[in-house]
């Protein structure tokens, strides 16, 4: 398969980087390390693309290094990769085997990431943290429910109490960052105009969706998993369904679709006019969900507070 010569491809490993360069078609190894990664920068020539696997923590130094580099990447999602091997004939599955698919992927010209600001990934991983910490509150208030005795009891309240602390110490520390950030602020300000949406929502709409304004209604939607997709072949004609994308965006926007149904905004409007028409509610609730994160991409885009 021909490689095309401004791609690099880079497997991601906690301790490493195998790179498969597309200009010299061969393969190196260096340490997943900031100043490692800053020294292989030097050497790269303009207007390279590199492509890797979303691998959470192991590529935040790569991500960072190539942002302020002003090197593009493309941080494509482990399944479509691996769909991509398969396609392709990478049959084999190595470090060096997978840089060099990884590599071949640049002839479908996979969409650069954004780049996101130190502020940006801050916010990003303070989110994450305090999702981890809800995730783990939820769990322990249904362990308390279904706990009779005392002494396990007190435990979990006193974990409870913990967890309550740790999320408003993080929620805090988001609401500082936001604050202190004049174009954090700025967005955050816009998206709160919206109805239904709270400081806690515009936070992960800021820290998770670093494409608002810059992208298309569609592609947006596309990438919260909240645009139909067709189940369409031949005659038979399909129901459409949503699936994909980035589903704790998708839930914080549902969660919002909830507040902005009961309020006497145009969200609300449409959602009584949805139920009139005989859409279940949670259909309903989708589709309000897909209209506020259009709605709020164009707020961002035009940097204008929502106008009923």
Known sequence: MIIPPDVIGIDVAKHHLDIFDGATAKPARLSNDPLAI???????????????????????????????????????????????????????????????MLAAMGALRPRPAEAKSAAAERLARLHKRRDQLVAARKQERTRRRETKDPELLAGLERHLAFLDAEIAALEAQIAALIAAEPALKRDARLLVSMPGVGPAVSACLIALM???????????????????????????????????????????????????????????????????????????????????????????????????
């Open 38 to 100: 800053e020294t292989w920068l030097k050497s790269l020539g303009e207007d390279r693309l590199v492509i890797f696997e979303a691998t959470g923590a192991y590529d935040a130094a790569l991500r960072q290094a190539l942002s302020g580099a002003g090197v593009g990447y493309a941080r494509v999602n482990p399944t479509s990769a691996r769909h991509f091997a398969k396609a392709a004939g990478f049959l084999a599955k190595t470090d060096q085997v997978d840089a060099r």
């Open 210 to 308: 670093p494409e608002l304004g810059r992208r298309s209604p569609k592609t947006i939607a596309a990438l919260a998993g909240l645009a139909p997709i067709n189940q369409d072949s031949g005659l038979k004609r399909g129901q459409r369904s949503i699936r994909g994308g980035r589903k704790r965006v998708r839930d914080a926007l549902y969660m919002a679709a909830v507040a902005a149904a009961r309020s006497n905004s145009r969200f609300g409007a449409d959602y009584r006019r949805l139920r009139t028409a005989g859409k279940p509610a949670k259909l309903a609730l989708i589709a309000i969900a897909r209209k506020m994160l259009i709605t709020a991409n164009a707020i961002i885009r035009d940097q204008l507070p929502y106008a009923a």
